[in-house]
T-cell receptor
Framework: EPEVTQTPSHQVTQMGQEVILRCVPISNHLYFYWYRQILGQKVEFLVSFYNNEISEKSEIFDDQFSVERPDGSNFTLKIRSTKLEDSAMYFC????????????FGPGTRLTVL | GESVGLHLPTLSVQEGDNSIINCAYSNSASDYFIWYKQESGKGPQFIIDIRSNMDKRQGQRVTVLLNKTVKHLSLQIAATQPGDSAVYFCAEKVNAGNMLTFGGGTRLMVKP
């Protein structure tokens, strides 16, 4: 069964450094998402992406965040200058179409900012 | 603001019993609901979904019930197994957008 994959599984970085989290969505899916989950808290929406542009974003997704689909398979989340409060699990998800189609999640990247 | 919430943070059941996990939502504009299972260190795994024009949907050992009158969603797991132990999240989607809003999660513990 096709799966969403994410790398790395764990990223440790110093405050102020840039990080790039990588995702490979399910191959025929058209909609891509990033969510995050701070330890012990809810999963929170960050951004959705379709047709090479952002379609929705939350208040969390400020100017320090950016997303890109650099080729036909990868979908990345960049944090330009990490803060301690960016420490969380970051999940990538994809779905085939809009309108309530199922979003399938990857295993997540644990980001630790020191 | 409006949000999805859960009544019980932890549910402990005996293996073989049925489990019911509840979720309250407050946004009447929500038109799509999903239940996800999350095991430790893993991403949310899709279990079952339901659209707002339905009140019940069944899968393999799982049933989702939607009561729009009281804005309540439940997940029923039949013959609960140790492998069902996890945190269960409900999530809702509002209108035509794609953003999912997640509830706080309920931990299901299955005793052998």
């Amino acid at each position: 069964e096709p799966e969403v994959t994410q790398t790395p599984s764990h990223q440790v970085t110093q405050m102020g450094q840039e990080v790039i989290l990588r995702c490979v969505p399910i191959s025929n899916h058209l909609y891509f998402y990033w969510y995050r989950q701070i330890l012990g808290q809810k999963v929170e929406f960050l951004v959705s992406f379709y047709n090479n542009e952002i379609s929705e974003k939350s208040e969390i997704f400020d100017d320090q965040f950016s997303v890109e689909r650099p080729d036909g398979s990868n979908f990345t989340l960049k944090i330009r200058s990490t803060k301690l409060e960016d420490s969380a699990m970051y999940f990538c998800a994809s779905c085939l179409k809009a309108g309530g189609d199922t979003q399938y999640f990857g295993p997540g990247t644990r980001l630790t900012v020191l | 603001g409006e949000s999805v919430g859960l009544h019980l943070p932890t549910l402990s059941v005996q293996e073989g019993d049925n489990s019911i996990i509840n979720c309250a939502y407050s946004n009447s504009a929500s038109d799509y609901f999903i239940w996800y299972k999350q095991e430790s260190g893993k991403g949310p795994q899709f279990i079952i979904d339901i659209r707002s024009n339905m009140d019940k949907r069944q899968g393999q050992r799982v049933t989702v019930l939607l009561n729009k009158t009281v804005k309540h969603l439940s997940l029923q797991i039949a013959a609960t197994q140790p492998g069902d132990s996890a945190v269960y999240f409900c999530a809702e989607k509002v209108n035509a957008g794609n953003m999912l809003t997640f509830g706080g999660g309920t931990r299901l513990m299955v005793k052998p």
